[in-house]
């Protein structure tokens, strides 16, 4: 069953505190995406992963960094997090970069105090 | 890099009616358009996508049309039901690029 998996879905933080959100999936795709989502609004790119340690920005990339370690896992760091940055956060996987289907995890909504 | 200009942000249809999305892109070289459902709550979901080598695809009630020439594609939604409502999310790439969205459009399909 081909899935991807985001935790946690709800988180809490104060602002300046650290947040790990986590993505993974288990069909073995090269490409990993981290997506933001204001409400109402439509999809911001904030990175994209080739693979592992393969990483590249995507529009919105500041206030950010990510981890991909392994293949199956991407992780989203927001070191001192902003108000500005309460979102929900998804994460998305697919076979190659662009021209396949993008498989979207359920979503993380962050909300920063 | 591709820009995707999707219309209307809003869209309120009558049950039973037909809905259209439209979407243009920039990029002469892009391949692929899918379309992107994310209903209340919910992660955005493939429901249907074409590539340049097609004019024309339906599944069932959803019809994609590509007109390459004006860069132009379009969704059409027909005989609408209320669990049409949702976002609907057009999308241009190119081979070996990354995915570019447009805003996403509102449907309100009204009983």
């Known amino acids: 069953d081909m899935k991807v998996t985001q935790m946690p879905r709800y988180l809490i933080k104060r602002m300046g505190e650290n947040v790990l959100l986590e993505c993974g999936q288990d069909?073995?795709?090269?490409?990993m995406y981290w997506y933001r989502q204001d409400p109402g609004l439509g999809l911001q790119l904030i990175y994209i992963s080739y693979d592992v340690d393969s990483n590249s920005e995507g529009d919105i990339p500041k206030g950010y960094r990510v981890s991909r370690k392994k293949r199956e896992h991407f992780s989203l760091i927001l070191d001192s997090a902003k108000t500005n940055q309460t979102s929900v956060y998804f994460c998305a996987s697919s076979r190659d970069w662009g021209t396949y289907e993008q498989y979207f995890g359920p979503g993380t909504r962050l909300t920063v105090l | 890099g591709e820009q995707v200009e999707q219309l209307p942000s809003i869209l309120r249809v009558q049950e039973g009616s037909s809905a259209s999305i439209n979407c243009s892109y920039e990029d002469s070289a892009s391949n692929y358009f899918p379309w992107y459902k994310q209903e209340p709550g919910e992660n955005p979901k493939l429901i249907i996508d074409?590539?340049?080598?097609?004019e024309r695809k339906q599944i069932q009630e959803l019809i994609v049309l590509l007109d390459k020439k004006a860069k132009r594609f379009s969704l059409h939604i027909t005989d609408t039901q209320p669990g049409d409502s949702a976002m609907y999310f057009c999308?241009?790439?190119?081979?070996?690029?990354?995915?570019?969205f447009g805003d996403g459009t509102q449907l309100v399909v009204k009983p």
């Open positions: 074409i590539r340049s080598n097609m």
């Open positions: 069909m073995s795709h090269e490409t």
């Open positions: 999308a241009a790439s190119v081979s070996n690029n990354r995915i570019f």
